[in-house]
């Protein structure tokens, strides 16, 4: 049987093109995050003859994939040739797929990367930086301002080790700063519509300038950073958090809307209760994950939603502090989606009688859909789901209704509560809506996860909203 290593150069085309038609047809079965298996990485990489045949065909690299965990150098050389190949527009992967990759070994290449790459910068759409360090990662400004990446429309600058101190950077100097402490220097235009970096790049690329794109909508994801305390009144300073919300103010005044996530942050000090300030964003979508509550407190408590109708608003592993006081009347879409996911849930004891019912042990949830009520539910995973959150959603007892918009609520993996539970959310939601006209039919109904059997009292309360509730029970029996 003849190896395919021994193959004329003509059928190894055959072969690759083959391969390539395959690479764009399976894009939904592509790893989540970069891989070997890319290509054309994964062909390149078995040896010097192959690589020569991929690199014969410009069109089999729309997507130049690096392997910073290797030698890149076989590769450099097709960042800059395809530029005389074709027009189409190019993405660029940098990763490493070894974890434990020497720092100073993935600092070295990943730079010789960047220095190839900044002369032929105009023909790349995406470029995404996936490294192990953060110190390896190249500064968004060291991109975004260089004058042929004005037409970049995707940069993620993403790590899984943060080796830089947030206090590392010393505040620079920041033109215009000595009339302005906020100034955030001159604008950067970009034609961005994704954006993803640290909490440390952000405040570099502050110091650069206020970052405008020409995009209608931009989304924007801030990872790792902890606020130091708060800097003297008048500084230059651009560690404190005056600096983020002018950056989102700035940001969103250039174009509506702004989505926003912000993932592994947190402040050093206690938020002021005495608020002077309010900046003005628009946000039709914002995401926190494992984002401390004094983070939480300090963002909602210091800015003001314009009128831009919110989509989605979504937490995961936070504890919510109680934010609906500062946003009373928040727009938001006919669709709009609550996504609680991992809320921590804390035993506590000592509960008066008359608040449990209300507090129910934590209050997360409860401060989440206050301030946000939905049109869409949906809750993964919390321990704080039990009959008692939907007894007080139902809005049972002539309490006020929390949630009148609510047409669907999800329940994935979410162990404490039980059928019956449910049931009384929809008796009690119809009870209130023969007296209350605005409060919405809940149409859609589903429960994912384990041991929440359903008996036949249950099942009668469900059959009778089968012309009006869509409801899916996909259960599994839990543990003998």
Not at 32 to 43: G, S
Not at 133 to 146: D, G, K, V
Not at 326 to 343: G, K, M, R
Request: hydrophobic residues 40%; proline residues 5%.
């Amino acid at each position: 049987m003849t190896s395919i290593n021994i193959l004329p150069i003509e059928l190894l085309d055959i072969v690759f093109h083959h391969v390539h038609t395959l690479s764009l047809s399976d894009v939904s079965e592509l790893p989540a995050v970069p891989d070997r298996i890319l290509f054309p990485l994964n062909v390149g990489a078995v040896c010097t003859l192959w690589l020569r045949v991929l690199k014969s065909h410009p069109q089999f690299w729309q997507s130049v994939v690096i392997d910073v965990a290797l030698d890149p150098a076989p590769f450099l050389d097709m960042l800059g040739s395809l530029t005389d190949g074709s027009d189409s527009p190019l993405d660029l992967i940098v990763f490493s797929s070894d974890p434990s990759i020497n720092k100073y070994l993935e600092n070295s290449r990943t730079r010789v990367v960047f220095e190839h790459l900044e002369p032929v910068i105009a023909r790349y759409t995406t470029i995404t930086f996936r490294l192990v360090y953060q110190s390896s990662l190249p500064c968004a400004s060291e991109i975004l301002l260089l004058e042929s990446a004005q037409y970049l429309s995707e940069l993620f600058l993403l790590c899984t080790t943060y080796d830089r101190s947030d206090n590392d950077a010393d505040d620079n100097e920041i033109m215009g700063a000595e009339h302005d402490p906020l100034f955030l220097g001159p604008a950067i235009p970009t034609n961005l519509r994704r954006l993803s970096l640290t909490g440390f790049d952000l405040f570099n690329l502050c110091y650069c300038g206020s970052l405008q794109t020409w995009q209608y909508h931009l989304q924007l994801s801030i990872t790792h950073y902890k606020f130091r305390k708060e800097s003297l009144c008048g500084t230059s300073s651009t560690k404190h958090f005056a600096v983020l919300m002018q950056f989102l103010h700035d940001l969103s005044y250039y174009h509506c809307p702004l989505s926003i996530s912000f993932s592994d942050i947190s402040l050093g000090y206690r938020p002021s209760r005495n608020i002077t300030s309010k900046y003005a964003i628009s946000l039709a979508r914002m995401s926190f994950a494992n984002v401390s509550a004094d983070f939480i407190s300090a963002f909602f408590s210091t800015m003001t939603l314009t009128n831009n109708p919110l989509a989605l608003v979504s937490f995961q592993n936070c504890v919510i502090p109680c934010i609906a006081q500062w946003h009373q009347n928040i727009s938001v879409t006919n669709s709009f989606v609550l996504e609680l996911a991992d809320i921590p849930f804390n035993e506590t004891t000592g509960t008066s009688p008359e608040r449990v019912l209300r507090l129910d042990r934590d209050d997360s949830l409860y401060n989440a859909i206050e301030a946000f009520p939905p049109n869409e539910l949906q809750i993964l995973r919390c321990e704080g789901v039990t009959d008692r959150f939907l007894q007080w959603l139902s809005g049972d007892n002539n309490a006020d209704l929390d949630a009148p918009r609510m047409v669907m609520i999800k329940l994935h993996d979410c162990a404490n509560f039980t059928a019956q539970g449910v049931c009384t959310l929809l008796l009690n939601r119809r009870r209130r809506i023969s007296y209350n006209g605005p409060v919405t039919t809940l149409e859609r109904l589903e429960v994912f996860g384990e041991d929440h059997e359903i008996y036949e009292g249950d099942f009668s309360i469900l059959k009778e909203y089968r012309e009006s509730l869509a409801y899916l029970w996909n259960v599994e029996p839990g543990d003998p």
